[in-house]
């Protein structure tokens, strides 16, 4: 408490331990520190050094660890200071600030099938359920629609297929509006390039709003969907359209 009364929001103190630069707008964040009590699927405020007056909202890719292990997948938004500060100038030692846990996915662990929609680094809260469902007995059937405008944008395609190789009850399905990646060569890419990750006969081709509005409702599913503002609106309104309970839907992104 401040001495004017005023609350003071508690905030934690995390420290880089990797930076891994996978696109020209897009980075993968490694932090250790304090342990910060957010929810798998919760997002939390940030403090960078590089814009120490700035706070942006991320989601944490990991559920919270006691030892403080911390990541988040960071893309850069037009016009966006921090986040591209964040993608480009981000180095170990940095340290950051982490407060204010908010919002969730509240996925049922002995609840119905679970159906996860996410678009680019959307995949960020959905990897830390999963992860949390990893942690239980018997976790339900869960499928996660992973979305990009093309084959690169699918960024975490390695650590996917293995997921989807170490958990059983997993299934992981690609989906990209065009087969062919832009003619323009991404050097952050090519750099990270490995030799696991999904063939094309793995991938759907289409939105993720055109590709699950031709699976049918899904009335009996814990359905979630996270990505951009414009594919989370197109996406849960599709849902919609095909008979899928709203109230059977979590999103952000809106």
């Known amino acids: 408490m401040l001495g004017n009364g005023a609350y003071q929001a508690p905030e934690w103190t995390s420290t880089v331990v990797g930076h891994h630069r996978l696109r020209h707008d897009l980075a993968v964040i490694r932090l250790i520190g304090e342990f910060v009590p957010f929810a798998a699927g919760q997002s939390v405020e940030v403090r960078v050094p590089q ?22 997948h960071v893309r850069t938004v037009p016009g966006g200071w921090c986040s591209g500060t964040i993608v480009a100038d981000t180095k170990p030692g940095d340290e950051w600030r982490i407060g204010a846990p908010l919002g969730a996915f509240t996925v049922d662990p002995e609840g119905d099938e679970v159906v996860m929609i996410a678009g680019g680094t959307g995949l960020a809260p959905m990897r830390a359920q999963i992860l949390e469902l990893a942690r239980k007995t018997d976790p339900p059937p869960t ?6 405008r093309s084959p690169r944008d699918l960024y975490a395609a390695d650590m996917l297929c293995l997921l989807a190789g170490e958990l059983p ?36 081709y289409g939105t993720l709003a055109d590709v699950l509005g031709s699976h049918g409702a899904f009335r009996n599913h814990q359905v979630l969907v996270c990505g951009s503002p414009a594919m989370t609106r197109a996406t849960v309104e599709r849902l919609v359209d095909i008979g899928t309970p709203p109230e059977r839907i979590q999103f952000e992104g809106i």
Do not use: H, M, N
């Open 51 to 72: 814009q120490p007056g700035v706070r942006r909202r991320l989601s944490p890719a990991l559920p919270p660890s006691l030892d403080g292990k911390l990541e988040f």
């Open 143 to 148: 499928y996660l629609f992973i979305g990009g």
């Open 169 to 204: 009850w997993l299934t992981v399905v690609p989906v990209v509006e065009s087969p062919s990646d832009p003619g323009w060569v991404d050097e952050w890419y090519e750099q990270s390039r490995v030799d696991i990750g999904f063939q094309p006969d793995d991938l759907l």
